[in-house]
């Protein structure tokens, strides 16, 4: 697995914000679903799918998710017709895990290796130097992958110096790394850590020297 699943679930989302003078910043999240509404003629757009039998044409469900701060009085509305839902955890989707300190580092979880059951264990983990909220691009050093090795065992790869790429053509966001671990693996989450933390400090001592 690459690196591009976690940063999708770390870095390709966007907060609300407040407005600067909120004195108690909190969302109010809720749903709206109205159920078989009828479109009206003068309402909204015109029905232009191209699909004739299409499940949104006279009659549709509408679902709106409202996101409000009672203190400041923003209210943000987003609502369409045909929609998903999926009620999920935290180790699913990669995101809302606390992260885990190893070897100077602290670990970001991404979602698992397969979205199937029995993969539980992230499938990356991004490398950070310190702690924080919510990671941005200036905070990731380094990635740790999962993988199978020649029998099927779990293994990890690892890799510094992320060059970011945004989203583009309707594929997510990846890294190039500046250097990996290579082709033999770690047998460990730790052990694949302890490389990425010896690389940081050998990089950075390499930069101090030059500097001089």
């Not at 017709?81 to 990669?94: A, D, H, P, W």
């Not at 790869?157 to 990996?180: E, M, V």
Request: charged fraction near 25%; hydrophobic fraction near 30%.
């Amino acid at each position: 697995m690459s690196s591009s699943d976690a940063i999708a679930a770390h870095l390709e989302w966007q907060p609300f914000t407040h407005r600067p003078d909120c004195a108690k910043p909190f969302w109010e999240v809720d749903q709206q679903t109205e159920n078989d509404k009828r479109r009206l003629r003068r309402e909204g757009p015109e029905h232009s799918c191209p699909n004739k039998e299409c499940g949104h044409h006279d009659h549709y469900d509408r679902f709106t998710l409202r996101v409000l701060c009672r203190s400041c009085g923003t209210a943000h509305l987003i609502s369409g017709e045909e929609y998903t839902t999926r009620t999920t955890t935290t180790v699913r989707t990669g995101y809302g895990q606390s992260p885990k300190r190893v070897a100077g580092l602290w670990l970001y979880p991404g979602p698992p290796l397969l979205d199937l059951r029995g993969y539980d264990s992230p499938g990356a983990y991004l490398c950070s130097r310190n702690k924080v909220d919510r990671l941005s691009e200036d905070d990731i050093v380094g990635v740790i992958t999962e993988g199978r090795g020649k029998r099927g065992g779990t293994i990890y790869h690892a890799a510094i110096g992320p060059d970011f790429r945004p989203p583009a053509g309707g594929l997510s966001g990846y890294a190039d790394w500046a250097k990996t671990s290579g082709e033999k693996p770690f047998t460990s989450v730790t052990a694949a850590a302890k490389w990425v933390a010896a690389e940081l400090d050998a990089a950075a001592t390499t930069k101090t020297q030059e500097d001089q």
